[in-house]
């Protein structure tokens, strides 16, 4: 199983996918530090209390970019057909689906924590530029700290597992990526409207990511959240590993 | 011994028949030709053998097994299906490195491949930028990874150019030389002919004919073809002993079973001007398509 693991992520380090992945968040996150500290009226002011909400900035793009990883990850086997030769080497296609469940939630966590080194960097230089310095010895900011650490890592490791389970359902790389748009943007707002109760829809997958990271007006606790996405994933990770197992390769 | 054995396989796609009761062997140490025209369900049977696709019924197995539940399918059995399953942003080395460290063998077997093939120059070019040779090479050294016993070639010759078709003969005749196994797919009887000791023909998803190459070719007609401005007084003269002679343009004559001898005498006895006479055998490929062309008939 290693060596299955370690297979996919030399596959993902072979192609330029998860370099031009790392690019666009760094440059990401410098932007949304540089939007963030230019600040709206109203806000408050700058102060070392602000470190840790720039660094949660590029939480939801991570969300996005793991789902997005996880989806080319699987499907792309697909796409270009190098699912027949995975699967001469691995005859086990159960296996396969499952190192590639564990090899793009640990891509996906080192892509999140990268991203969120980047906009340690930029935001401390930020600071120091207006003469304020954090102090990770602060407990009033390192636990804010390591919360916003957790929710990214949680975050883009649930999502890379989402992808691959959608993936693994879906099989085709374009209705796959469209299928997730038209899901997150149309049907939960659908559903949401039409069963017009919170109680219900706290329980969408969106619900639960924004659970996850703890944005305002979530409905689930943070864990709460994190275990309902986990579930999510599973589901469709063995219901895409079922139909992968069963269906012609041709 | 037989290492390859299919047994009353068969495959629908819908209302589609793909294989039909399909049953062969291969025996160990055998070069086969698995031979039938395009849509004869080849590649549907070599990707049941390979456990890509589940048969409707019967079975195909690899040393007693199907393909699936091989201890160690790379290091067993080498595949070269479709050209086109690389990603076309990865290196070529990279490929097989990728690959290697899936079926736990040594990183360097990539390189080691790569120069079996001849492709030393290109490993680190990505293989979107590969000509179809390029990528049937680089399938090839795919299959070659694990240094297995028994190779599954569908079509290997397609998009290789006249230089790539000897070179691929030559390295099949090694590897049997060797004591591999090989089944290798083709369209084209005359692309395999000099490699293989057997041939299994099928059409429409039936198995036409399993035969020696030798027994195929023994199949092949001797013709005498003879160019007389008497064609006419030489056909009844012959048909007169038995022999059956077709005009095949104006002054010629193709008379089969029969031989350059006989027919000069029959001609000298009547008096009749022969301008030129030769001996011909009917090709191969004529009797490859007339056994494909008659779907069906077992032999």
Redesign the interface.
């Known amino acids: 199983m290693i060596?299955?693991v370690?297979?996919e992520l030399?596959?993902l380090a072979?192609?330029?996918?998860v370099y031009g992945l790392a690019t666009a968040m760094a440059a990401f996150a410098a932007l949304i530090v540089a939007a963030t500290a230019i600040g709206v009226e109203g806000a408050p002011p700058l102060s070392a209390y602000s470190f840790p909400a720039f660094v949660a900035a590029p939480t939801k793009l991570l969300a996005g970019a793991a789902l997005l990883l996880g989806i080319l990850g699987m499907a792309?086997e697909f796409r270009?057909?190098?699912?027949?030769?995975?699967?001469?080497?691995?005859?086990?296609r159960g296996r396969v689906v499952a190192a590639k469940l564990v090899a793009y939630p640990l891509a996906a966590i080192a892509l999140a924590l990268a991203t969120l080194a980047v906009t340690a960097a930029v935001a401390a230089g930020w600071l120091a530029a207006k003469g304020i310095g954090p102090s990770l010895l602060d407990a009033r900011l390192a636990l804010p700290l390591g919360h916003v650490l957790l929710e990214a890592v949680l975050a883009a490791g649930l999502c890379a597992l989402v992808g691959v389970g959608v993936a693994a359902l879906v099989r085709n790389q374009v209705a796959a990526l469209v299928g997730v748009l038209v899901w997150v943007l149309v049907v939960e707002g659908l559903l949401m409207s039409l069963l017009n109760a919170p109680s219900l829809g706290k329980w969408l997958p969106s619900a639960a990511a924004a659970a996850l990271t703890n944005q305002p007006g979530a409905h689930l606790s943070r864990l709460g959240g994190a275990l309902l996405l986990a579930g999510y994933a599973l589901a469709l990770a063995v219901a895409g590993t079922r139909l992968v197992v069963?269906r012609?390769?041709? | 011994m037989a290492v390859i054995t299919i047994q009353g396989l068969t495959k629908r796609f819908g209302p589609v028949t793909a294989v039909d009761d399909l049953s062969f062997e291969v025996d160990q140490g055998t070069v086969v030709g698995f031979l039938g025209p395009n849509g004869a369900g080849k590649t549907t049977t070599l990707r049941m053998l390979l456990g890509l696709v589940t048969p409707t019924a019967g079975s195909a197995r690899i040393d007693g097994r199907p393909y699936r539940e091989l201890a160690d399918p790379v290091r067993q059995v080498g595949a070269v299906l479709e050209a086109s399953s690389f990603h076309p942003g990865r290196s070529a080395r990279n490929h097989l490195r990728v690959i290697a460290t899936a079926a736990g063998l040594p990183l360097d077997r990539a390189d080691a491949v790569l120069d079996q093939v001849g492709l030393t120059q290109a490993a680190r070019r990505r293989v979107g930028g590969f000509s179809l040779g390029m990528r049937q090479r680089l399938g090839l050294a795919t299959a070659l990874l694990g240094d297995p016993a028994v190779l599954i070639l569908d079509e290997p010759a397609n998009g290789l150019d006249p230089e790539g078709v000897h070179w691929l003969r030559g390295l099949l005749r090694q590897l049997a030389d060797q004591g591999c196994t090989v089944l290798v797919s083709s369209h084209v009887l005359a692309e395999v002919a000099q490699t293989v000791d057997q041939v299994v023909i099928i059409a429409a998803g039936r198995l036409v004919t399993q035969s020696t190459l030798a027994a195929l070719t023994a199949r092949t007609d001797q013709l005498v073809r003879v160019r007389t401005p008497q064609a006419e007084t030489l056909q009844a003269l012959l048909a007169a002993q038995g022999i059956q002679a077709d005009p095949d343009g104006a002054d010629q004559l193709l008379a089969a079973g029969t031989t350059t001898e006989a027919v000069g005498r029959a001609a000298a006895a009547a008096g009749i001007v022969i301008y030129e006479m030769a001996a011909e055998r009917s090709n191969l490929e004529d009797v490859f398509l007339q056994l494909t062309t008659h779907q069906g008939v077992r032999s």
Not at chain 1, 14 to 17: D, S
Not at chain 1, 80 to 92: I, K
């Open positions: 060596r299955l370690r297979a030399t596959k072979t192609t330029r996918l792309g270009h057909q190098t699912v027949t030769q995975t699967f001469l080497v691995t005859p086990d069963r012609d390769i041709t």
